[in-house]
């Protein structure tokens, strides 16, 4: 029902920033719950951000939280992730995803995005 594509991924300086987007489409955007995982080589895939689907809340892994913002704009039908004061261990895939509800649970999301690497240099 949801198709998700992210963009806005790459090479970064520690310190640096990126901005993260996910385009969507199909039917009922707006109704979905947004989230933005990541998984390292070797690590579980995390939630690091999510939001409502009315916008009204949000969640932030606490190795993120006070660096990474969420935000969507249903009339774009976009979902980005800011990414301020990167660092190292924030490499990863980063991967968009949809649930009916905003959960940390990665398998209540429905739809998945194919994912943007995001490399922190040192």
């Known amino acids: 029902q949801v198709q998700l594509v992210e963009s806005g991924g790459g090479l970064v300086q520690a310190g640096g920033s990126l901005r993260l987007s996910c385009a969507a489409s199909?039917?009922?955007?707006?109704?979905?719950?947004m989230g933005w995982f990541r998984q390292a080589p070797g690590k579980e895939r995390e939630l690091v951000a999510g939001?409502?689907?009315?916008?009204?809340?949000?969640y932030y892994a606490d190795s993120v939280k006070g660096r990474f913002t969420i935000a969507r704009d249903s009339a774009k039908n976009t979902v980005y992730l800011q990414m301020n004061s990167l660092k190292p261990e924030d490499t990863a895939v980063y991967y968009c995803?949809?649930?009916?509800?905003?959960?940390?649970?990665?398998?209540?999301?429905?739809?998945w995005g194919q994912g943007t690497q995001v490399t922190v240099s040192s």
């Open positions: 995803a949809a649930a009916s509800a905003l959960s940390v649970i990665t398998t209540l999301y429905d739809y």
């Open positions: 939001i409502s689907w009315s916008g009204g809340s949000t």
């Open positions: 199909g039917r009922s955007f707006s109704n979905y719950a």
